[in-house]
T-cell receptor
Framework: GIQVEQSPPDLILQEGANSTLRCNFSDSVNNLQWFHQNPWGQLINLFYIPSGTKQNGRLSATTVATERYSLLYISSSQTTDSGVYFCAVRGAGGTSYGKLTFGQGTILTVHP | DGGITQSPKYLFRKEGQNVTLSCEQNLNHDAMYWYRQDPGQGLRLIYYSQIVNDFQKGDIAEGYSVSREKKESFPLTVTSAQKNPTAFYLC?????????????FGPGTRLTVL
């Protein structure tokens, strides 16, 4: 099945710094989502971005489907950005139904 | 308020007992999913349902069972056959199962086997 790799596994920032999280995937996809998992475990949808670029406030994301990667940018980080960021993809193959395959996540810690 | 609800939030089970986790959605989504998350890991698919009265096994279905009698409800039963059931369980839904469609998640249920 499709493989998803996220980097870096851990990231520690000072408040106000910028960061880039990367997601590489091994095959064609027709769905790519970025999530933020808060300390209570809730998965919060950040972006639905199978291709192209989107922005939402301090966050933006770019997916280059032909080169099989996606980037999540966080600018002017805040302590509330701390948590785990997941990339999840749905393979474009006909048998993958709606299944999302998740990466292992990037643990982000923002210090005041 | 549209969304996905899961109950209970925390669940404790003795070895050998079956337990049922509830998932309800009022988003009018056709497809629903159950995922499992172990500490420090991503999510893995247990079962999914594209439509009422139909469901399919995911990657780690052994020891679990589901039903889909109503569009808005997709309960998961963790049976005594599941060897390592302690985990965080998340339910999700999407507008449709086939084709690309954004998935939304409930708040999760933490199951601990005593």
């Amino acid at each position: 099945g499709i493989q998803v790799e996220q980097s870096p596994p851990d990231l520690i920032l000072q408040e106000g710094a910028n960061s880039t999280l990367r997601c590489n995937f091994s095959d064609s996809v027709n769905n790519l989502q970025w999530f933020h998992q808060n300390p209570w475990g809730q998965l919060i949808n950040l972006f639905y971005i199978p291709s192209g670029t989107k922005q939402n406030g301090r966050l933006s994301a770019t997916t280059v489907a032909t080169e099989r990667y996606s980037l999540l940018y966080i600018s002017s980080s805040q302590t509330t950005d701390s948590g785990v960021y997941f990339c999840a993809v749905r393979g474009a193959g006909g048998t993958s139904y709606g299944k999302l395959t998740f990466g292992q996540g990037t643990i982000l810690t923002v210090h005041p | 308020d549209g969304g996905i609800t899961q109950s209970p939030k925390y669940l404790f089970r003795k070895e050998g007992q079956n337990v049922t986790l509830s998932c309800e959605q009022n988003l009018n989504h056709d497809a629903m999913y159950w995922y499992r998350q172990d500490p420090g890991q991503g999510l893995r698919l247990i079962y999914y349902s594209q439509i009422v009265n139909d469901f399919q096994k995911g990657d780690i279905a052994e020891g679990y069972s589901v039903s889909r009698e109503k569009k808005e409800s997709f309960p998961l039963t963790v049976t005594s056959a599941q060897k390592n059931p302690t985990a965080f369980y998340l339910c999700a839904s999407s507008q449709r199962g086939r084709g690309a469609s954004e998935q939304f998640f409930g708040p999760g249920t933490r199951l601990t086997v005593l």
